[in-house]
């Protein structure tokens, strides 16, 4: 990916499925709760019923991920729907992963609470399967790596929008999306790595400012769905732009 350390070089070839190497896997955490709530059956029948539709939904209109899946299809990493993407149960906290040697992200439908959520976890996950297509990512070998996908997540995805940092009862207006795109990308570099909260942070660290920099493939940072959607259209006609030089 761009801005990786170690990174860089081609993903996989035009024509191939998704994610084909098998040296990567994570998770996109919600802050802990204290204590899991007791799941009544019919408040999980309908969640797990729910699940595929508010992927499908996601999918078809949400900006974000529109840009994504062009970005994939256009890298030789083509999603498709139902061999790509796998509702769920999840343990603890964790609403969503990308698991690259099952070639798949994961959507964990006992956490994911509704549409907005779904959006922004396929959107966070679409950004690692992305960075995976396009560069030797070593996400298991070298932390900086899973770092730096981290920031780009967090700061692409919506993740750190206003709305979301307000519900959090996170406020501050001085480079603030910068602090919670370091903030969001350490917890969720302790959600699936065993090492201390100073190790996560200094990976972080170590790999910012060219992470938090790499815009691709937005262009921009996407703080609204408008913004979203100007990033899509622009990327659609990117071909068209450069073959006119």
């Excluded at 994961?106 to 959520?117: D, E, F, K, P, S």
């Excluded at 609204?224 to 006119?244: C, G, P």
């Amino acid at each position: 990916m761009a801005g990786a350390p170690g990174g860089g070089g081609p993903g996989p070839a035009a024509g191939e499925p998704l994610l084909q190497r098998c040296d990567s896997g994570q998770g996109s955490p919600e802050p802990p709760a204290h204590g899991k709530p007791q799941e009544s059956f019919l408040s999980g029948f309908f969640t797990r019923e729910s699940c595929p539709l508010m992927l499908q939904k996601t999918l078809e209109t949400n900006p974000y991920v529109k840009v994504l899946l062009d970005a994939m299809k256009h890298s030789g990493c083509a999603v498709n729907k139902g061999r790509h993407f796998s509702c769920e149960d999840c343990d603890g906290n964790v609403s969503g992963g990308f698991d690259a040697s099952a070639s798949q992200i994961v959507l964990c439908q006992n956490n994911i609470r509704n549409q907005a959520h779904m959006s922004r976890v396929v959107t966070h996950e679409l950004i690692h399967a992305f960075d995976h297509c396009r560069a030797h990512v070593h996400w298991f070998t070298d932390v900086r790596h899973l770092a730096c996908s981290e920031i780009r997540a967090a700061s692409l995805s919506g993740d750190c929008s206003l709305l979301n940092e307000i519900f959090r009862l996170h406020f501050g207006l001085r480079r603030h999306h910068q602090t919670c795109v370091r903030d969001r990308a350490a917890l969720s570099i302790l959600a699936v790595r065993n090492i201390s909260r100073e190790e996560a942070q200094k990976a972080v660290d170590d790999v910012f400012e060219s992470c938090f920099n790499d815009r691709e493939p937005f262009g921009r940072i996407p703080y609204t769905k408008t913004y979203a959607r100007y990033a899509h259209r622009d990327f659609q006609n990117r071909d068209r732009y450069y073959s006119n030089i």
